[in-house]
């Protein structure tokens, strides 16, 4: 239980902000503007045949140096912190291009080193280019690591675009999940375990806004894309607001953790937490479950899904182990009939019976 006063608090959240189309060709001039000469620069696999040409051509005409190059694959904390003390000391500024990997690598050697950070994803599949952890193995095991806000966040529209269906639908997953974390939360801070921020709730809270009402419900279409881009940012600044991933991962999150661990080709880490959300929304009886469903049905998420269903029998060992990945953390499946009510879910509701078979 928290006994400490409530004080104002400074939040960080990115100086350098730019979302639009043909970003890529324009970072070495906001670099260039932002006097971040000296680069250490960490790419997704097949990041570089994406757009290194354009990348390069832009830090050559503004005079930005790449003084570490790097593809990642291996994101362990213990590769992280070998690296990133071994970078040259004419390290400014730290860029990551691509996926998720590439991104948490990357910001979490600028944490270490205590350099600015700029992120540049390729696709929208969650949103932890905009947050203050990141996901890395620790021990050989998925873990979630305090880190840093980037400094900046840059997205080219042209590339987000050209992403692979799954990238959006799992972007999609992960930001409905905040209807359920926010649920986890609120009851947590009721029952005294957990501190409560109105303002990271209320910034989650519009970020669900503007998936909910401001756009089409076609993942192709360029307003979708936008708002789902906007969200996710959101998303992650107000994880930096409440000082803590409450806003932004519960229940569900727990769930996607444990599928990781006990399934033998785990899904992307949105489809299973969008899949995930829906099945805690129920148990919550959660008065958004109507609107998260409507969403992803609307959008065809949950069509996606059922192209490649869960196996029942791995899902029902995620159920059982997700209230231990993290100790002390309250979430509906805390509850001594979470597990009960999941299965009698999941045999008697059509959508997931689709989904998880």
């Given at each position: 239980m928290y006994n400490l006063p409530y004080t104002n608090k400074q939040i960080n959240i990115p100086y350098l902000l730019k979302i639009g189309n043909g970003k890529i060709c324009k970072i070495g001039k906001y670099l260039k503007d932002k006097n971040l000469p000296g680069v250490a620069l960490f790419l997704g696999d097949g990041t570089e045949e994406l757009v290194g040409a354009e990348l390069r051509r832009g830090f050559g005409d503004n005079g930005i140096n790449v003084v570490h190059g790097q593809v990642v694959s291996d994101i362990s904390i213990e590769s992280i912190t070998q690296t990133a003390f071994q970078l040259p000391p004419a390290t400014d500024v730290v860029v990551g291009i691509g996926g998720g990997k590439a991104l948490d690598f990357a910001k979490y050697s600028a944490h270490l080193?205590?350099?600015?950070?700029?992120?540049?994803?390729?696709s929208t599949s969650n949103d932890g280019f905009c947050s203050p952890t990141s996901s890395l193995t620790v021990g050989g095991r998925r873990k979630t690591v305090k880190s840093s806000i980037p400094f900046g966040v840059v997205i080219d529209l042209d590339i987000i675009r050209n992403s692979p269906p799954v990238f959006f639908y799992s972007g999609l997953g992960d930001m409905v999940s905040k209807i359920t974390a926010l649920s986890d939360w609120k009851e947590a801070a009721n029952r005294k375990l957990e501190r409560y921020s109105?303002?990271?709730?209320?910034?989650?809270y519009n970020s669900l806004d503007l998936l909910f009402i401001k756009h089409s419900f076609d993942i192709k279409a360029p307003e979708f894309q936008r708002s789902l881009i906007t969200?996710?940012?959101?998303?992650?600044?107000?994880?930096?607001?409440?000082?803590?991933?409450?806003?932004?991962?519960?229940?569900?999150?727990?769930?996607?953790?444990?599928?990781?661990?006990?399934c033998a080709r785990p899904q992307m880490h949105g489809l299973q937490v969008g899949t995930a959300a829906y099945l805690c929304a129920l148990l919550q009886n959660n008065p958004s479950t109507g609107g998260l469903r409507d969403i992803l049905v609307k959008t065809g998420f949950f069509d996606f899904v059922g192209q490649n269903p869960f196996k029942k029998e791995e899902f029902l060992r995620a159920l059982r182990l997700a209230p231990e990945i993290k100790r002390g953390f309250y979430t509906v499946l805390s509850e001594p009939?979470?597990?009960?009510?999941?299965?009698?879910?999941?045999?008697?509701?059509?959508?997931?019976?689709?989904?998880?078979?």
């Amino acid at each position: 239980m928290y006994n400490l006063p409530y004080t104002n608090k400074q939040i960080n959240i990115p100086y350098l902000l730019k979302i639009g189309n043909g970003k890529i060709c324009k970072i070495g001039k906001y670099l260039k503007d932002k006097n971040l000469p000296g680069v250490a620069l960490f790419l997704g696999d097949g990041t570089e045949e994406l757009v290194g040409a354009e990348l390069r051509r832009g830090f050559g005409d503004n005079g930005i140096n790449v003084v570490h190059g790097q593809v990642v694959s291996d994101i362990s904390i213990e590769s992280i912190t070998q690296t990133a003390f071994q970078l040259p000391p004419a390290t400014d500024v730290v860029v990551g291009i691509g996926g998720g990997k590439a991104l948490d690598f990357a910001k979490y050697s600028a944490h270490l080193l205590r350099l600015p950070f700029v992120s540049v994803p390729t696709s929208t599949s969650n949103d932890g280019f905009c947050s203050p952890t990141s996901s890395l193995t620790v021990g050989g095991r998925r873990k979630t690591v305090k880190s840093s806000i980037p400094f900046g966040v840059v997205i080219d529209l042209d590339i987000i675009r050209n992403s692979p269906p799954v990238f959006f639908y799992s972007g999609l997953g992960d930001m409905v999940s905040k209807i359920t974390a926010l649920s986890d939360w609120k009851e947590a801070a009721n029952r005294k375990l957990e501190r409560y921020s109105d303002f990271a709730s209320m910034l989650a809270y519009n970020s669900l806004d503007l998936l909910f009402i401001k756009h089409s419900f076609d993942i192709k279409a360029p307003e979708f894309q936008r708002s789902l881009i906007t969200s996710l940012l959101m998303s992650g600044i107000s994880m930096e607001v409440a000082g803590t991933s409450r806003p932004a991962s519960g229940s569900e999150h727990l769930v996607s953790h444990a599928l990781d661990e006990v399934c033998a080709r785990p899904q992307m880490h949105g489809l299973q937490v969008g899949t995930a959300a829906y099945l805690c929304a129920l148990l919550q009886n959660n008065p958004s479950t109507g609107g998260l469903r409507d969403i992803l049905v609307k959008t065809g998420f949950f069509d996606f899904v059922g192209q490649n269903p869960f196996k029942k029998e791995e899902f029902l060992r995620a159920l059982r182990l997700a209230p231990e990945i993290k100790r002390g953390f309250y979430t509906v499946l805390s509850e001594p009939d979470s597990y009960k009510r999941a299965v009698e879910f999941i045999d008697g509701d059509e959508i997931l019976r689709e989904l998880i078979k």
